[in-house]
Every structure is written in C-alpha cells, then in structure tokens.
T-cell receptor, first 109, second 115 residues
C-alpha cells in the first residue's frame, strides 16, 4: 500500500545545530516526492521537490530509492525554520498526493 | 506566483444546517482541485478530487452525499457540508495543481465549527 511515514512528530534543535527530518515512503510506482512547510498561521507552501535537486532556504533533500527515503536536511538551523514540515508523495500520472503525518520543528535560541 | 483563496476563513453553523466553502484559483485556471480535511495537530487527509465539468472523485470512506463538491468553472470549486454535525468540525483546505511541475498551491483553509 502507498504510504508516507514521518516518524518524528516533534523535533527540537538548538539554533546553529544540524537538522534532519525523516521521510520514508512506500510506493509501487516511480515516486515523485515533495517537502511542504507550514509556518505558524500560514498556508502550506512548497519547500522542495526531488526532481529539482535544489537547495531552498539552506534545506536539501535527496531521494534514496534503495532506502525509500527522502529526508530533509539543513546544516545549521535558524529560529525562523520553526514550522510544520510535511513530506508528500505524488501519484504517478495524477496530481494526487499522499501526505505524511508531519513533523513540527522547533529551533531553540 | 499562483494563489488559491478560500471563503469563508471561519464559519460557525448549527447542527443540521448546511454550509458552503468556496475555493478559487485567482490567477490561473484549475481543471482539478483537491479538498483536504485537517484535524488539530494532524496531517492532511485527502477527501476528494474536484473535476471541472464532471463529477468529483471521492476517497474511500468519504460520504459523497454529505460532502457535495461542485466545480462549475475553471477557477471555482465549492464544498458543501450537508446536515452538518459537531464531528464535521474541522479545518478544510483546498489546493490546485501548478502547471506541469507537480506542485500544488494551497488555500489558507476554512475552519468549520458545528455547534
């Protein structure tokens, strides 16, 4: 069955520390994966998509098909990174998504 | 960038009444829109896919007669919660896909409280 797993509900790190938000998926087709972020009282917005292989706000994510993972990383966390992060998998041939349960990142001063 | 709006942002209704939530794509056309439900501190649960000019596609377990979806134009989809009950109280979010990138643009959400 198709599934996206984010094992951590809450991740607290100190400012300047490295951050890794975990995302694992289960999908029989060719996966397209995304990270979305929701800042306090704001709507969900795209952070990263795996096909772009880009770095946004210092965050990167690499698709590892062998480990079926798409972990989000940042070498030095900043307070403004505090938000809810969702990993999402897009079904092939459609725009439909499955979302993970989300990880709340708190960056402490 | 593309913007999706929702109206209202917050609605309170009495049990047994119906309430309509609108989702609009402001500067782009959307033949497909999605409706999600989000419980407090939980993830988004896809309820249905709204298709312009045809019937919506509902996810398993979602009552199509309770959550009526109409996608009457290329920029507007509506979700009507019929005969609302307190357990329908939730945060309802819509989204529309961007062109070709796989990205979705999300509305700000509508908080429904049924008393």
């Amino acid at each position: 069955a198709q599934r996206v797993t984010q094992p951590e509900k809450l991740l607290s790190v100190f400012k300047g520390a490295p951050v890794e938000l975990k995302c694992n998926y289960s999908y029989s087709g060719s996966p397209e994966l995304f990270w979305y972020v929701q800042y306090s009282r704001q709507r969900l917005q795209l952070l990263l998509r795996h096909i772009s292989r880009e770095s946004i706000k210092g965050f990167t994510a690499d698709l590892n098909k062998g480990e079926t993972s798409f972990h989000l990383k940042k070498p030095f966390a900043q307070e403004e990174d505090s938000a809810m992060y969702y990993c999402a998998l897009k079904y092939s041939g459609t725009y439909k998504y499955i979302f993970g349960t989300g990880t709340r990142l708190k960056v402490l001063a | 960038g593309a913007v999706v709006s929702q109206h209202p942002s917050w609605v309170i209704c009495k049990s047994g009444t119906s309430v309509k939530i609108e989702c609009r794509s402001l500067d782009f056309q959307a033949t497909t829109m999605f409706w999600y439900r989000q419980f407090p501190k939980q993830s988004l649960m896809l309820m249905a896919t709204s298709n312009e000019g045809s019937k919506a596609t509902y996810e398993q377990g979602v009552e199509k007669d309770k959550f009526l979806i109409n996608h009457a134009s290329l920029t507007l989809s509506t979700l009507t919660v019929t005969s609302a009950h307190p357990e329908d109280s939730s945060f309802y979010i819509c989204s529309a896909p961007g062109s070709g990138s796989g990205e979705q643009y999300f509305g700000p959400g509508t908080r429904l409280t049924v008393t």
